[in-house]
């Protein structure tokens, strides 16, 4: 696995090189989803910190398992609202607010832990009906109406492009999500941080990081294929 970790990390390196951009400026959330704790302590001690998870009971149990760590664990999948309590006590950030109701719950029970929690909106770029995610034109809507909550802080954006065999292809998605972001930033809204571009999986996270990616999220390739 340290190898794997070593070749992402280089690929992430050049991508940012490439794009005249520094390395350290794009962080790798190493995505656990399926795979058991044994394999997210490997990872950590091949010196990796974050990890991303996407259900809250599998995530509940893992962290329990490795709570002798000092890990950033990060939420990415789909958050049911009566989940956000949960989502709340465990992750550092949420990647996948998508709407109003959800950012308002999740105000809620971070108001009750007396935490500020960091988001990012969720953008359905492909307008997918399968997908989460606010739309492109109702993300800075959503950016605006959940900066007035007291306990949530927007540090950017999120995206989950269509599949496609090529990287090349999801390439317009990620830019998208930067101009979006620019967009957003430019609008000043009190509260709003537009940091941070969460996008980039195993198959195209260098064409992400190349559009400006500050978070990849990337299983397969640290961890092989999930079952
Ligand atoms: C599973 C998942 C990933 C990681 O996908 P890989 O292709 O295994 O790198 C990234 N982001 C989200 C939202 C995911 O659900």
């Given at each position: 696995?340290?190898?794997?970790?070593?070749?992402?990390?280089?690929?992430?390196?050049?991508?940012?090189?490439?794009?005249?951009?520094?390395?350290?400026?794009?962080?790798?959330?190493?995505?656990?989803?399926?795979?058991?704790?044994?394999?997210?302590?490997?990872?950590?001690?091949?010196g990796l910190t974050v990890f991303g998870e996407n259900y809250i009971q599998e995530a509940r149990d893992k962290i329990e398992e490795l709570a002798d760590l000092d890990l950033s664990w990060h939420f990415i999948g789909?958050?049911?609202?009566?989940?956000?309590?949960?989502?709340?006590?465990?992750?550092?950030?949420?990647?996948?607010?998508?709407s109003l109701k959800l950012a308002k719950e999740i105000d809620k029970e971070a108001a009750k832990h007396g935490k500020i929690q960091d988001v990012l909106v969720q953008v359905n770029l492909g307008n997918e009906p399968t997908k989460s995610g606010t739309g492109q034109d109702e993300a800075a809507a959503l950016c605006r109406e959940a900066s007035r909550l007291d306990h949530i802080k927007i540090r950017g954006l999120m995206t989950l492009p269509?599949?496609?065999?090529?990287?090349?292809?999801?390439?317009?998605?990620?830019?998208?999500?930067?101009?979006?972001?620019?967009?957003?930033?430019?609008?000043?809204?009190?509260?709003?941080?537009?940091?941070?571009?969460?996008?980039?999986?195993?198959?195209?996270?260098?064409?992400?990081?190349?559009e400006g990616a500050t978070w990849v999220r990337i299983g397969t390739a640290i961890f092989g294929a999930r079952q």
């Open positions: 696995m340290k190898n794997r970790i070593k070749g992402v990390l280089e690929r992430i390196a050049e991508a940012a090189e490439r794009a005249g951009r520094e390395p350290t400026e794009v962080g790798l959330v190493a995505v656990t989803k399926t795979h058991p704790a044994a394999a997210v302590r490997e990872a950590a001690d091949a789909h958050l049911q609202r009566n989940k956000a309590k949960y989502a709340v006590r465990m992750f550092d950030l949420i990647h996948s607010v998508d269509p599949f496609f065999d090529e990287p090349e292809k999801a390439r317009p998605f990620f830019a998208a999500l930067r101009r979006l972001r620019d967009q957003i930033a430019a609008l000043s809204i009190e509260g709003v941080f537009m940091e941070a571009l969460s996008m980039g999986m195993t198959g195209d996270f260098e064409a992400a990081v190349e």
